[in-house]
């Protein structure tokens, strides 16, 4: 089995307002970081190699991040020792804060790709359930504990 994540975020401000330019300038340079990973399998993009244009089933304002890992320690790895780490902790300047959770994981078949549909079921069985097989945050990984010290659960 391999490891899915998704991450949504509601943007402060449309996506081509220069107070996103912190992220959107970083955003190829991360996802190109990400893909050279060890463990990094797949993730979700357009043609032009981005997901901010995607339509998903959350509102306009929403943006998504999906992918595929081979382990849960290669997407901490990547999510808490490398770069990304400090274009995270900016978020607050660029996205709203959430009434609901904004990153689920969940096991997929070696292969699989999952849906947007796919990924939004898991997010809300975490919103109505909590932790469980079907869709989890960091804190149901016994191996992984970087988030914890990053105060993101």
Avoid at 7 to 12: G, M, P, S, W
Avoid at 17 to 41: M, Q, T, Y
Avoid at 120 to 128: F, P, S, T
Wanted: proline letters at 5%; aromatic letters at 12%.
């Amino acid at each position: 089995m391999h490891l899915a994540q998704l991450n949504i975020a509601e943007l402060k401000y449309p996506i081509s307002d220069p107070r996103l330019s912190g992220f959107v300038d970083n955003l190829a340079r991360i996802n190109a970081l990400a893909e050279r990973c060890d463990g990094f399998v797949w993730r979700l993009q357009d043609a032009g190699g981005d997901a901010t244009r995607i339509k998903s089933p959350w509102p306009e304002n929403m943006i998504v991040n999906m992918s595929v890992w081979q382990t849960p320690e290669a997407l901490e790895q990547f999510v808490w020792n490398t770069v990304h780490k400090q274009i995270y902790k900016q978020r607050a300047e660029w996205f709203e804060t959430l009434n609901s959770h904004h990153f689920v994981m969940w096991w997929v078949a070696q292969g699989h790709e999952p849906s947007l549909n796919e990924a939004k079921a898991r997010l809300d069985h975490l919103d109505a359930h909590g932790n469980d097989g079907f869709a989890f945050n960091w804190s149901h990984l016994p191996n992984v504990k970087l988030w914890q010290s990053e105060a993101c659960a």
